[in-house]
């Protein structure tokens, strides 16, 4: 399979635990993004990358989330002191620059916070 | 903050009948997307628009951007029960050399009941 892989699929976890999500994005891709998608709601814009570089982080990031991507290729998106108003899909996409603009989104990795 | 919206929210037809869902921007945007979910899915790509005016069509589905560059439609002719999922259009800014940002801005998606 050669497309956008997110592990894991569901984490469900106590208020105030720390979660780590992965993302793998297609090989070629040199874009990475991660969005929040609660029910009924689009798709919101958390972060993204341009290789390792982090090139924007919306403001609505509170400081417990934090993402990496080291070598410019997975990614991991870190959630720490979670909140039950965490709960939601997290949605990593990746893309080419030259191309269309077109995303690839992963499966999710839908998180429950008790 | 850039704001992306869509309407309606919900939209119930029979098989059959036609479909368009709206999308409009608080500001002029560089291009826009539009994807398909499907119930428990993810987000599927399906155009990207650029230019100010422009249609393009896909079999059953015509997609245009506004000449503002600030809105656009997505418009399904006679439905049929695999159109059912949720429509999410996105734009995304440019800076002035061209070069599109990476952030897409999604609205908040139409969701699509065909009943048969």
């Known amino acids: 399979d050669t497309g956008v892989s997110q592990d894991p699929r569901h984490k469900i976890t106590k208020r105030g635990q720390n979660v780590t999500f992965r993302c793998d994005p297609i090989?070629?891709?040199?874009?990475l993004y991660w969005y929040r998608q609660t029910l009924g709601q689009g798709p919101e814009f958390l972060t993204y990358?341009?290789?390792?570089?982090?090139?924007?982080k919306s403001r609505l990031l509170s400081d417990r989330f934090s993402a990496e991507r080291p070598k410019g290729s997975f990614s991991t998106l870190e959630i720490q002191r979670t909140e039950q108003g965490d709960s939601a899909m997290y949605l990593c996409?990746?893309?080419?620059?030259?191309?269309?603009?077109?995303?690839?989104f992963g499966e999710g990795s839908r998180l429950t916070v008790l | 903050g850039q704001q992306v919206m869509q309407i309606p929210q919900y939209q119930h037809v029979q098989e059959g009948e036609d479909f368009t869902t709206y999308c409009n921007s608080s500001?002029?945007?560089?291009?826009i997307q539009w994807y398909k979910q499907r119930p428990g899915g993810h987000p599927v790509f399906l155009i990207q628009?650029?230019?100010?005016?422009e249609v393009k069509k896909q079999k059953r589905l015509t997609f245009q951007f506004g000449e503002a560059k600030k809105n656009s439609s997505l418009h399904i002719t006679a439905t049929q029960t695999t159109d059912v999922g949720t429509y999410f259009c996105?734009?995304?800014?440019?800076?002035?050399?061209?070069?599109?940002?990476?952030?897409?801005?999604f609205g908040q998606g139409t969701i699509l009941t065909v009943h048969p």
């Open positions: 090989s070629e891709h040199n874009r």
């Open positions: 990358f341009q290789n390792e570089a982090q090139l924007e």
């Open positions: 628009l650029v230019k100010s005016g």
């Open positions: 996105a734009g995304s800014l440019s800076n002035a050399g061209g070069t599109s940002y990476g952030k897409l801005t």
């Open positions: 996409a990746s893309s080419l620059i030259s191309n269309t603009g077109e995303l690839f």
């Open positions: 500001t002029t945007l560089s291009n």
